[in-house]
């Protein structure tokens, strides 16, 4: 079968540029929600999900969903602590880390409203554990002392958390002497001070979470072994990375299926733009329909022209959406993890994978709203596309 030129398809668009341009501008405000739901959802998962790492084990009680709603009393602590296959520092001492994790309200920069903000009691052995995490301003905190330290997306949108700042919490002054970045991680919306300090501050016996290294991967087996055979440690032992692959979840998933929705109702107004565009190129192009049919060209030709002028139309709408919605990626912000109920700083990410389903998004609104127009001038008859001459 004879096909009509892409160059007939693609001028026939330029002819009609305003036209062209405007439906094409509803799509790709379309486009630009479809992929910014997306790269929302892949920010968040990726800021979590690079929290943790790949040689670390974090330890909850059985059955918590969250650090804030584990507890690790002092004597299983000790326990895990001497259990065999953990890693140990120069020195020789186990790379253990004892956390209290607790909810502090906090209220923003910008306006002044309360948030919760994650409070980690750490160590050294802590952040020898977490090396994504730097002092970029002032120093570490020094143990046995009310000094915190504070992630940079703290520091910059929470009051009393820029350095030099004093905190009231917990009946006492926290003085932040430092703040720390952590590769866009997890750990950049939390702020750190001494483990015991925060567990005597807040009136707790037992920790959170307990996080230690590996000495070697495969121990990892090993030591969940000994923990589910040992009745006096009621503790579940996980990857740190699926730990905080897990806690993306929920609220990736729910801000998932909200902007799809959303795109699903608005991708309706487009698609109905583009069946009238494509309604009227070819009210306005029937003596051509019929030049092209006398001209040998069969009704697949004529319906497959259509069609993929119809398909170039939201692909163009498609690049532009795309376009807009990549700048999102210079935009931090910050919304409740569902998980935690704390605030999480994060940055929209767009990934080749978005691309392709927001292109394969795009083309399926343009083959919906250029189908029927197109199927309707592949019928026409010769003769009376002719005599509309």
């Not at 209290?100 to 802590?126: A, D, W, Y």
């Not at 069969?298 to 690049?319: K, N, Q």
């Not at 704390?342 to 978005?354: D, M, R, V, W, Y």
């Amino acid at each position: 079968m004879k096909l009509i030129p892409f160059s007939y398809v693609a001028r026939n668009l330029w002819v009609r540029r305003v036209t062209t341009l405007l439906t094409a501008g509803g799509m790709a405000l379309v486009i630009f929600v479809f992929a910014v739901v997306l790269m929302m959802s892949e920010g968040i998962r990726a800021t979590l999900v690079a929290t943790g790492q790949p040689d670390n084990v974090l330890i909850l009680r059985k059955g918590a969903g969250a650090e804030i709603n584990s507890g690790i009393a002092r004597d299983q602590a000790a326990i895990i602590e001497s259990l065999p296959g953990i890693a140990t520092d120069g020195e020789g001492r186990p790379l253990v880390s004892k956390e209290p994790v607790v909810l502090n309200n906090l209220p923003k920069r910008s306006n002044g409203k309360p948030s919760n903000v994650t409070l980690r009691g750490t160590s050294i052995l802590g952040l020898e554990l977490r090396p994504q995490v730097q002092m970029i301003q002032g120093r570490m905190f020094r143990p046995g002392t009310s000094e915190i330290i504070a992630g940079h997306a703290i520091a910059k949108g929470f009051r009393g958390t820029g350095l030099g700042e004093t905190l009231h919490f917990a009946q006492r002054d926290w003085i932040v002497v430092g703040i720390f970045d952590s590769g866009k991680t997890g750990f950049d919306s939390e702020i750190w001070g001494d483990s015991e300090q925060m567990m005597a501050a807040f009136r707790r016996n037992s920790y959170s979470t307990m996080v230690f290294r590996l000495a070697d991967q495969s121990a990892l087996a090993g030591i969940k072994a000994i923990i589910d055979n040992d009745p006096r440690l009621q503790v579940d032992a996980k990857p740190e990375i699926q730990f905080y692959s897990e806690q993306s979840e929920a609220l990736a998933t729910f801000i998932r299926i909200l902007g799809m929705s959303l795109s699903i109702i608005f991708s309706i107004g487009a698609v109905v733009g583009a069946m009238i565009t494509m309604f009227a190129a070819v009210a306005q192009r029937v003596g051509e329909i019929g030049t092209l049919r006398a001209l040998g060209f069969r009704r697949g030709a004529v319906l497959g022209a259509f069609l993929l002028e119809s398909l170039l139309l939201s692909l163009v709408g498609g690049v532009l959406g795309l376009f807009a919605a990549s700048w999102m990626q210079a935009v931090d912000i910050s919304t409740t993890n569902f998980q935690t109920f704390s605030e999480l700083a994060f940055q929209f990410k767009l990934t080749p994978g978005i691309v392709v389903q927001t292109l394969v998004f795009s083309l399926f609104m343009g083959f919906i709203g250029g189908f029927i127009p197109a199927w309707r001038a592949a019928r026409m008859k010769i003769v009376d596309c002719l005599r509309a001459v």
